[in-house]
């Protein structure tokens, strides 16, 4: 069972609207090696787990999963964000009923230039759960075999695989909203590279010299070097709310990735940042309520809470 | 962001295998109107969301798209378990390294003829991310247009279409594994109905007779009465960690579904059912460790273990 | 533009139901060769069409795309006819609220052993847009390079293709309802092979002794050889409401078909036969209505209708 | 059985080639959410349609999916006309063979920078069966569920989303070809709209203040006002041919968009628009005859219409 | 550039035609970890490797590459052999026009109740680029990352499942046919395991006792003990014809399977068996030729033979 | 069986990156008409292939199917190329640890404005496995539908249609490296188009003045007209290496394309031009070795090569 907490899992930086950034991103989101991906996977290979012997590899298993969900939250609202407001148009925020198009304007006319135009056309200037050539996410993305062995493995060359990805994307744009998301997800990619690689040195595996993949400077790239400094690569939390997790037995000792650390497992979670809802659009219709409908909201809000509040006593917000 | 806890969101009753009752509920899970499907949804809608004058409707849909985390790993684990041990393997518990083919046996004859043979050729026996015909699954199912009103409705849709296929998976099989769940989700179907029944209420509509969609005598499914029963279908439960969710101003009042209850936002969640985990299954190599191996495992353990406790004190398990 | 006559193109026999052959025509609806690809393939030529001077190709090529999409109709409801009420389930049709799975019956209990499950699933005992195999029906089908010998080249292989699937189901089956349709198209196939083979003899080609394709004893086939003792494989009708088709200047003179008949293009359209609307089945909540809906719909067409009749005059029936 | 009239359902507006627009209105011909999905989904409803008794809600669904199949054609011709000779190619039309590319020039280079470059490349400047994003349609959109109340709710919601996309879209584009078709299709769209909650009104519902949706300003588009001033967005034509449309039952009476008009459905058809063909163009090698397979096309015609006229009389024109 | 030898790879053996075992050998062939996944992998790796000093590493996926189409070869005549004749129709021989369904018989009924109907449907008892659940192939599949180390990584995982796999598919049939085309990749997945996992030892890896995945008794498996008896497993062919691989330089040493043996890349290929060419099936209209078409053939074929012999001498047969 | 010599089927012209150049090249490597399918599509049929009295048409396809390997290996290349260095990165080819973003350097920024961002993101500067529009591969391409004529008839279309495609291709470029790549296919494709015309007269039918298609002034396109006139599109390789090929008695007499030509089929294979392998990418990672990596590399290779020829002498390079 899941909860949920109103806060991402990593602060998320202010910058100019920048629709060619956020469709690169999509990669990381919706893509084949992305973050939905990895959430399913291990969602999938948590729930399918055999042999109560090795509890600690499912639960390790089941800790990433749960992570990668909120990395889904963290992404999917950078995204957005990088998305949002992007076309200029300067609605009338007093005036919810859309004036957008009137007289035959195109305040939109920017989708017809952008990298995938479903942003602007399918969604309201929000992700989309596509990759970056527009290919919609695929179960059959999910690698599950059941061997517990291939799995770590697979799951390694996928982590790996993700942080060569965000590497790239690091390289591709400048823009501050998308960097602190993709640097963060650099450094936990790599944390979990080094949980599934330590899983594997369990089996009898010895690395040598070959982590972390990709070899890179990534400790010169100024957003990482920051979050490796605070040793985020050497951490796992278990976000288990009742401290049943055995991931710690796995997730500890030398770092595989040759950088001195110690791995620790010692925390349930990072701090967060508090989640803040965007501002309407207009010319989406975006939400798409006329001031009636409003009216028609607050009133009944109004109304019912009063009446519960007359039985029940003062609700919380 | 999120977090987990061992606990299955409802118990899952215990009856023989029966992969065909697997294969069905594999439409609950990977399919167009499946649980991961209202959960991608959902969290995308969160995500996305426009309007803070509207954030009810966005705690509405972040609480239920919550839950539907859990409800992938409800019915994952119900499939799992429909599958597991089918084909009637007796393998040597004590020999970890597996003897199923030895001698040029078939022990896995049995999915030549089953509903889907990829779930004893690529997984082990364990759920997939696919429907019952075996499509993937696929982020084109994700509906996000924007507009709230589209969105509500969508999702009243949604819920309404999930709740027929259940009701129609109820009429195929009487396995008490497979009904557990899917009664379970018929009612809880119904409750997301109600919600988004409620909210489009809010905006100005009258739906008289029309709902629950659909009109079914669920309550004479005896494993679906006995949760009506206990109210189930007029409760949604908030999964929020501190309290911040104002779902409770749109699910109150009456039901929609006109049975004469009153909705009730005002617990976090339901008591759970503990996570047990599946036994290794020899014939699928799953998870695929010989005896060396597993000594392994146990040395490195004890050896880690050890050294961490002589630091840190003992380790929690 | 097109208009619709509450008439199939062709009659539809009486037989048994039969699930196993309703997913064999499938192929034929939703297939790679089936109707809605000849329907989609010709639509789009025919839009796309370049070259004034080659209208009478144009109109060939619209006048069977409109054929075609009567096809879809005759195919779709052939195939829901094989599967309604294949479970047996004796619904009580005087009370419209359903009771299947009251008591915990398990009256759809076949759909586990069915070729497509998804026949009881998704849809309501009705045909679906995907073929044999369960795939999804794909606009990647489509072929139209704007090259006119291609595309006629193409077209004569997907009639000839779609001619020989037809014939390898007819071989699968005896079911007189598959039968009656499958045996229909075999022959209607053959006339548009004619058709497009006949065009490309306008540009120069002797096709000698090659056609049909297949080269078979459809003619053996009771079923078929009855339509053509009628001359059905040599006919082609415009569909056109306005006498404004040319296609007649390529559809006349000997049949490619080497069966020393002449084409004919003079009709409009063949003579059609009643359409006709199936029962409500209650174990698949289809319509889905109860007593109080179907009172509601009752009262107001009374009330509308009296109302419009006060102020028009009668309403068509 | 269904008829062609070689008329558009509305006039084409002329402007320059616009192969960006052509892109956008893809989405409205091959997307999730277009006129192809919607025909597919009407017809497969009406052929699976259950309940003698509902015939009405039958024939309103038959009537919209035939109206769809001339949406399909004339948003088809709109992106065919916006492509129709973009690459700026002055092909000689008195040599039918090409030349396009003679000496080693580049006249399609601007396919290279186009949205889509499978509209050069795959096609002859003219409509794919693909959306915006270049995704092909899928079958897997179409929803038939069989529940009569389920089907209508997600048609009402399936009409207001694509009316939805066309607003966006009439934003993004001020081509006078584009735009007349799109304006078109969002009055039409609201038509549909109506239908369907007409027919849920008759299931008990009172919609309230919600509808239309989006909550447009729709009426402030300049061409869209035109239309909507003539009251087409309350009209239903039965597209049949017999007079056998029992939809006026339902499709009547006050319109529940709250724009104080009558439905009405006494109309056939609306006056067509003369379909034209399109030139060749010789970059494209469309249609792709040289002199003397021109030669051919014209001898035979004139050898065989003599000989068809010697026997038979004056062959229609 | 590709050259090709009129031999299987290996002996296919006789048995009973088993159309389920052909299913399950379509996921070794057209599955995600099948053949023309490996082959296509490869090939793409080989075409796009970067670094010339790596030249070994090149040479080394290169002539595993080309092996994997031969594979493709052996698997998929498999397949088509344990389909061929499975209707159990005694076609005459001596009348190639197909007299199969003659008088309305069903010889292709056994495609009803078949594991893919599109093996009687779509083609003619022969393999299908599809996976055991019938889902095409995907060029998705394909992973090429650019980076050495992952792309190693990624092929030792994609080697060993394709081995997991195919032990189980070994488990669920005992047709010989099928075995002995099993037991063959069997083993030449683990040389390519041993491959891989070299040419990560050669980057510094250890893999201790880890090696090989699957751990299975595989040398219990009659067939594949044969195999092994014969060190087929260490033995890796260049397939190049004019010995420039440098694979050698990697595949040499201790085979990583911790088995004793020294890993052998001295030969260019393994010794074929020839290939024969299947029988006509009538009731599959399959080569479809009738007796006129015949004799054209022959006919034809006398005469050119003739004039050419006349000419140059004679032609080799 | 498959063998491979380290030769390009043709020489790859030098000429500056182009990737735009390159993504429309993708349409001939991994579209519904490019060299994967090509190749796929005869293999499969040579595989499937029925009638051991036809063998020279088995012989015939299979002789295509295996040029069209190495025409996989020819654009997949030649994309590659046009890729290559186009970020215009200066990395350090002396130090292999990637520097490429060090100090929030952007060197991959020319990727979001690419064609294909995939070609930067997923890959590194290689060719994929998908169209031009991004779309992977798909084995629902291949046609191999058993009946000889159909078959024949299916790759008449497929090599014209691939060749109406480059010839468009052709027109979008001016770039050498493509141009050599295209205009070679333009010349093979035609030679397959013969091929099969040539099989199709063999069974009776006369082409008149139908081909080539397209009826295209290729010889005009200046790097086309250079092929032409040495003969390549009369001329089709064996690729067989014991000459037991009987394609020759079909591939034979006067060409098809009424160009005055005679077929010869007596070549083995063309003359190759040397692969060379493409040097490191920092900026992609690739091949992401590091210093010590390398090390390991050369150390590893000199120590087993020492050991290794100690034993049995010198090993080929």
């Given amino acids: 069972m899941y909860f949920h907490v109103q806060d991402f899992i990593n602060e998320i930086a202010q910058d100019e609207p920048d629709p060619a950034a956020a469709n690169a991103l999509q990669e990381g989101l919706g893509g084949q090696f992305g973050e939905m991906r990895t959430m399913m996977q291990y969602l999938f290979q948590a729930m399918n787990f055999r042999g109560p012997a090795a509890k600690p590899y499912r639960d390790l298993i089941q800790g990433i999963g749960t992570e990668e969900i909120s990395h889904v939250e963290l992404i999917g ?13 300067q609605g009338k925020p007093t005036d919810p009923l859309d004036k957008a198009g ?4 195109i305040p939109l006319n920017i989708a017809l230039d952008h990298s995938n135009i479903h942003h602007y056309l399918v969604g309201a200037q929000g992700a989309l759960p596509v990759d970056a050539a527009g290919n919609p996410w695929s179960g059959s993305y999910v690698y599950n075999s059941g061997n517990l062995t291939l799995d770590l493995l697979y799951n390694l060359m996928l982590e790996s695989t993700g942080r060569l990805q965000k590497c790239r994307i690091y390289e591709m744009t400048d823009n501050k909203t998308a960097r602190s998301t993709i640097s963060y997800l650099i450094v936990r990619d790599q944390a979990h590279e080094n949980a599934y690689a330590k899983a594997l040195e369990s089996l009898g595996v010895d690395w040598g010299k070959l982590l972390p993949i990709p070899k890179t ?24 709310l009742r401290g049943q997790s055995e991931a710690g037995k796995i997730f500890r000792g030398a770092s595989p990735s040759n950088d001195g650390t110690e791995l620790d497992a010692s925390e349930q979670a990072p701090v ?13 219709f975006a939400p798409g309520l006329d001031p009636e409908l409003l009216a028609l909201i607050q009133a009944t809000a109004d109304l019912e809470l009063n009446e519960i509040e007359n039985l029940y006593g003062p609700v919380a917000k």
């Fill in 102 to 105: 009137a007289g035959g304007a």
């Fill in 77 to 89: 609202t950078t995204i957005s964000r990088l998305l949002d407001g992007s076309p200029q148009y």
């Fill in 272 to 284: 967060g940042s508090p989640i803040t809802i965007a501002p309407e659009r207009m010319e989406e």
């Fill in 217 to 240: 400077n990534a400790e010169a790239f100024p957003e990482v070097k920051e979050l490796v400094d605070r040793g985020l690569q050497s951490k796992q939390y278990s976000f288990d």
